[in-house]
């Protein structure tokens, strides 16, 4: 298979598991709920009309929409760019791009039907209010290790070559 073909399957896999997981927090959860999991961990149910951190959310949704749309049209033409210049040994980048171009296409798919994303992954140290991350999701989660491991692969493992 291609380096192609692998981008579509995991970013495929990406989404599969970021719409499911969605899905059932919405089916499962009440809005602005919350479900203890771990001592760090809980499923809280919120919506995000904006992007990472909430920022944009007070735009209106007539500008926040396209600003959105050239976003993803921006980031899946530079995906695309830099798996065209990958190349054979380049393993840890075609799928570290592909989890970010899952990442944003699960995140998208929300926006553009919702008009929000669907957030609920929620840790916190133990409980202590002041050491609270806000809720994210799994689209979250596959573009922050995508970027950590081009990080990782540029920064650590190329260095050495």
Known sequence: MNRYGIA????????????????????????????????????????????????????????????????????????????????????????ALSLILGGAIGNSIDRFRLRYVTDFLDFHWFGDPSLHWPPFNIADSAITVGVILILLDTFILKRGK
Request: no cysteine; proline share 6%; charged share 15%.
């Open 8 to 95: 579509v399957l995991i970013a495929s896999v990406v989404v599969i598991i970021d719409q499911v997981s969605k899905w059932l927090v919405v089916k499962s959860i009440p809005l602005y709920s919350k479900v203890h999991i771990l001592p760090f961990l809980d499923f809280t149910h919120v919506q995000n009309p904006g992007a990472a951190f909430g920022i944009f959310r007070d735009l209106p949704a007539v500008v926040r929409m396209p600003l959105f749309a050239v976003v993803l049209v921006a980031a899946v033409s530079v995906i695309i760019y830099f798996l065209s210049k990958t190349e054979k040994g380049d393993g840890l980048l075609v799928f």
